[in-house]
């Protein structure tokens, strides 16, 4: 947060993360540090062009701040047309002051460079009054329909139950929930008796930590379970495209088998690399093979992690197809094997 009254400063533009580190203390000493590098839109994986854009976000306020900057700005890394900023985990490093930081939405970091290359001395008010509380116990939520052939081996599927609280949370991740949720369901409203025990995991704290994730990997090692397959959806509510999956090779080949099953203009690949950030520390502890629902990614960050996910951004039809999807999926690891 800024003081109760807000900060008034000179503003230094960089573009990143490697524009900062050009800087010297006397540029930046006493003024805001404004991050304005667009999406990396070069890339078709929207998801990779994040990574390549966030960097700014998680470190750049304790990068500004070592070299005596008062607080940071960035442009919001989206791909949205609009107003809505973004938000995210930030990270604080030891060496600096933990400054007040901030996303813009595009139409506001736009008009921000434009005030500045008009008038670079102009200076911006900022006043934040954003805290961080101190941890409260919370849950994960499971559900499952027992194995009538091997109750002890478990296909559990999921999502996270958290979002930032700027929108509903409604792609990232209520659309992975659902996902879980009703592709259990629907093999359950079709009279199907499932041979291993199909569970459906929701996920607490994976944006601010992961520790829903942890706790579930832990609670397996100790409780023994065994798990034939963890699988996450944690990439939106939109058109299924492919599954990535991380296991044994002949596991990934034989999933590469069951494209045939899957109609036109939805999943059509299986490929290798998969896993989420819930299903990760069991993959890491136990070594359960892991995979992830890939949806189409374009319009992915027009709404994460902003205002703009809320339930409305969100297509039945495009959901209803990841979760049937995933009921198939789900199905063929339980007839088939791994
Ligand atoms: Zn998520």
Redesign the pocket.
Same mark, same amino acid.
């Given at each position: 947060a800024t003081p109760k009254d807000g900060l008034t400063a000179e503003v230094v533009v960089v573009k990143s993360l490697d524009g900062i580190a050009t800087r010297s203390p006397d540029d930046v000493t006493g003024k805001i540090v404004f991050y304005d590098e667009p999406f990396a839109s070069e890339h078709v994986n929207t998801f990779r062009g994040y990574g390549a854009s966030v960097q700014k976000r998680i470190y750049g306020a304790s990068r500004a701040a070592k070299l005596g900057a008062v607080a940071v700005l960035i442009r919001s890394i989206g791909t949205g047309d609009d107003d809505h900023p973004h938000t995210g985990s930030l990270r604080y490093t030891e060496d600096a002051p933990q400054i007040p930081a901030a996303a813009l939405g595009a139409h506001s970091a736009d008009k921000l460079a434009q005030i500045l290359e008009k008038n670079p001395k102009a200076k911006l008010f900022l006043k934040m009054n954003c805290q961080t509380l101190p941890d409260v116990l919370s849950y994960n939520v499971i559900g499952e329909i027992k194995g009538s052939e091997n109750p002890d081996d478990i296909i559990a599927v999921g $999502?996270?139950l958290d +979002?930032w609280d700027t929108g509903h $949370?409604a792609h %990232? %991740?209520g659309a $992975?929930i659902m996902h879980s949720i009703v592709a259990l369901q629907s093999l359950q409203t079709l009279g199907y008796q499932p041979k291993n025990t199909l569970r459906a995991v929701m996920f607490i704290n =994976? =944006?601010n930590g992961l520790r829903g994730g942890k706790k579930y990997a832990e609670l397996a090692v100790e409780n023994k379970e065994k798990h034939v397959i963890a699988i996450e959806s %944690? +990439?939106g509510g939109f058109t299924p495209r492919a599954f990535r999956f991380k296991g044994a090779d002949s596991s990934l080949a034989k999933m590469q088998d069951w494209m045939q099953y899957f109609p036109d203009n939805t999943i059509d690949a299986i490929r290798a690399g998969g896993g989420g950030?819930d299903i990760g520390p069991l993959n890491k502890a136990d070594g359960t093979p892991v995979a992830a629902i890939i949806p189409d990614a374009q319009r992915y960050f027009d709404f994460h992690h902003s205002p703009a996910d809320v339930f409305s951004a969100v297509n039945k039809r495009e959901l209803e197809l990841g979760t049937a999807s995933l009921a198939s999926f789900i199905y063929l690891i339980d007839q088939e094997g791994l």
């Open positions: $999502g996270h +979002a $949370g %990232d %991740d $992975g =994976e =944006e %944690d +990439a950030p």
